[in-house]
């Protein structure tokens, strides 16, 4: 496995992190907070992005219009059964959600999901990293690079892997802010 390979994937699961953020609420109307939303259509779960066009209006509001109709119900009743804690308001026509600003357990309840989501990434890199280590052992066990090289690169992976850990605690951090701001 090529170094450049390693930082790659690691760069992945950073992002990976960071779109899992995206779906937790702030207090501010956005539309990535629908990403994980799936709705039973027609017999199969089909993500809310790909029947409906989403929207914000304003800063308090998301509205989703369905590109067919019929949905209106299944969207619906997805939204209200999902973690969101948004009550759908459906005129027939568009679905509203009224986002509203978030209390303080409310916050805190989503300060440490985002930690769970984090944690994940964190996780997720250190799974790169065993694989990595355990590719460059291989190698030297084979006698395919020698007993100094391998150790050099363990600790450039080892570094790599400190590196994206830390750009995960940054985006935690971000995160916590964009929660906690009133």
Do not use: C, W
Not at 7 to 17: D, F, G, L, P
């Amino acid at each position: 496995m090529k170094l450049a390979d390693i930082e790659s994937h690691m760069q992945k699961a950073v992002e990976a992190t960071q779109r899992s953020f995206n779906t937790i609420r702030t207090g501010r109307a956005n539309t990535s907070l629908l990403d994980r939303i799936v709705v039973e259509y027609y017999g199969s779960p089909t993500p809310l992005k790909s029947l409906a066009s989403i929207n914000t209006p304003d800063a308090s509001t998301i509205t989703i219009q369905p590109f067919d109709k019929t949905s209106l119900n299944a969207i619906e009743k997805a939204i209200s059964l999902s973690d969101l804690g948004l009550t759908p308001s459906n005129d027939g026509q568009i679905i509203r959600l009224n986002i509203p600003q978030l209390t303080s357990d409310r916050r805190k309840e989503f300060v440490k999901l985002a930690a769970k989501f984090a944690e994940e990434g964190k996780v997720s890199i250190r799974n790169i990293r065993r694989d990595a280590v355990d590719s460059v052992r291989k190698q030297e066990k084979n006698s395919e690079i020698p007993e100094d090289e391998a150790r050099d690169l363990q600790d450039k992976i080892q570094k790599l892997t400190d590196k994206y850990a830390a750009k995960v605690d940054e985006v935690l951090a971000e995160k916590e802010k964009d929660i906690t701001t009133v």
